[in-house]
């Protein structure tokens, strides 16, 4: 039986969570491109390149989407690790509308090849979302069936942009 500051401990935990995704979400929507700068002052870079996005959420092992992996793969032995898994899938859908900003290595030089990029990110997000509402319903199975997809929309995309 669970204590009373574990559980306090789990709540504290899930709207820390929470205020992050919030605060992602808010800075990506409210951007409308580069910030005017005072007179020599420099302009702030982007942090995160595609090739960052991608180790951070899909890296196999250590990313979001292998740990999600790995979670599902126990069969979601850990009952307490379904929400975190499903914030994890909010996470990498999330990237999806990140990397729908940045330019890919290859396979984008015309609007074709653009809009393209732009709907394997769609397609990406989608399949991120997908896999948070199977992670909803605590089954494993499902979860697995929307892992699958998730890693199909990754191929996709790296058989047109990923530089070799």
Known sequence: ????????????????????????????????GPVA???GEAAEE??????????????????????????????????DGWALARHRAQMIAEAGNTLMGKSP???????????????????FRDAGKDLSKALAFKKADRAKAAIAAVAAQCEACHKDHRSN
């Open 46 to 79: 982007p942090v995160a390149g595609i090739t960052n996005v991608m180790n951070a959420v899909n890296h196999e092992e250590h990313g979001l989407f292998g740990m999600i992996k790995s979670f599902c793969d126990a069969d979601g032995a850990d009952k």
């Open 105 to 123: 290595p290859r396979g984008a030089d015309d609007a074709a090849g653009l809009a393209k990029w732009k709907q394997h990110c769609a397609n």
């Open 1 to 32: 039986m669970r204590t009373m500051s574990t559980r306090l401990g789990l709540v504290f935990a899930g709207f820390a969570f929470l205020a992050l995704v919030a605060a992602v979400a808010v800075a990506i929507a409210t951007d409308t």
């Open 37 to 39: 700068v005072a007179e």
